[in-house]
């Protein structure tokens, strides 16, 4: 099975634009969540899809929004891009229980 | 404030002895922790989970102790392999099936030296 793709891997973009970042789960799996990792932190849970339908959020600001699509792929879009959106955001697929993560969009915001 | 801190930013070992990865927590709440592996360009992979109900789990040559008193746990890896290089996260929930629970760590970068 082939595992978690993200693209793009990486991404440079300036203050004030938006950015669209995606995800392909594994086959088979409906759930997909979305984390930030910035240096000296963990990964930081922004939401997660089931279904199409968003199922938990995390603390993050309305500028971060996703969505997913009846095949399971799923969108992150950043709007109002600010300097401390530059980070490694992960995404990972899950079922039964186990997370599959992919490598990362590295974001850089100029 | 962060409720999982991995102190030690960066460690290195020598090949074949052990490595000792470090966690403390402050939410006396959490009750399920994990340990996940991450190389460079590579999304981090699941390692080996602890219930609070135990205090000692054990995959290979990877052991998770939990010392729920001190809200405390460590990752021991025995014995330590070059391919063992890479960053651990630590992480705890309050609720086993539900990641927005699960809080990370920053990560410990774990050089092991052939």
């Known amino acids: 099975k082939a595992g978690v793709t993200q693209t793009p891997r990486y991404l440079i973009k300036t203050r004030g634009q938006q950015v669209t970042l995606s995800c392909s789960p594994i086959?088979?799996?409906?759930?997909v969540s979305w984390y930030q990792q910035t240096p000296g932190q963990g990964l930081q849970f922004l939401f997660e899809?089931?279904?199409?339908?968003?199922?938990n959020k995390g603390n993050f600001p309305g500028r971060f929004s996703g969505r997913q699509f009846s095949n399971s792929r799923s969108e992150m879009n950043v709007s109002t891009l600010e300097l401390g959106d530059s980070a490694l955001y992960l995404c990972?697929?899950?079922?039964?229980?186990?997370?599959?993560f992919g490598p990362g969009t590295r974001l850089t915001v100029l | 404030d962060q409720q999982v801190k991995q102190n030690s930013p960066s460690l290195s070992v020598q090949e074949g002895r052990i490595s000792i990865l470090n966690c403390d927590y402050t939410n006396s709440m959490f009750d399920y922790f994990l340990w996940y592996k991450k190389y460079p360009a590579e999304g981090p992979t699941f390692l080996i989970s602890i219930s609070s109900i135990k205090d000692k789990n054990e995959d290979g040559r990877f052991t998770v102790f939990l010392n729920k008193s001190a809200k405390h746990l460590s990752l021991h890896i025995v014995p330590s392999q070059p391919g063992d290089s890479a960053v651990y996260f630590c992480a705890a929930s309050t609720q086993k099936t539900s990641y927005d629970k699960v809080i990370f760590g920053p990560g410990t970068s774990l050089s092991v030296i052939p």
């Open positions: 990972a697929s899950s079922s039964a229980n186990k997370q599959f």
């Open positions: 086959s088979g799996h409906r759930s």
């Open positions: 899809y089931f279904s199409e339908t968003q199922r």
